[in-house]
């Protein structure tokens, strides 16, 4: 016990940086689930798939899109997506499944989706690179 008491006290900032980090990773996840509603996991997103056939957004630029995307992904570059909008909008019952490349990037289309009146709008947790991680088929058709 007193090795351990030893130790934190020569290591104190090695302890509060962890602590730093560990406070961070948890207000990411409230502030995700707070404002962006549900991030579906893979296995998750293959059920919506699977059971209630969405639309699937893909908003990475068009050279990562030709490289590999999920199956019928419909795709629409985050930094263009307004332009893409009145082409997703024909089906705004039908849930939409967003996907870029870490899963960082879909919350500003989640956000535009949902105000535009899109009742089921999920962003993919951990985008693309959670999905082959996963190792669920991509195509580059």
Known sequence: MAQSLEFFQAHVWLFVALGVVLAALVANEVHGNLTGGKRLSAAE???LINDRDPL???IRPLSDYKRGHLLNAFHAPASKFDDYLGQIAKDKARPVLV????G????TVVDKLRKNGFA???PLRGGINAWSMANLPLTTK
């Open 45 to 47: 997103a293959v059920r």
């Open 56 to 58: 699937i957004v893909d």
């Open 104 to 107: 960082a990037n879909s919350g």
């Open 99 to 102: 996907y870029c490349a870490l």
């Open 120 to 122: 089921e709008v999920y």
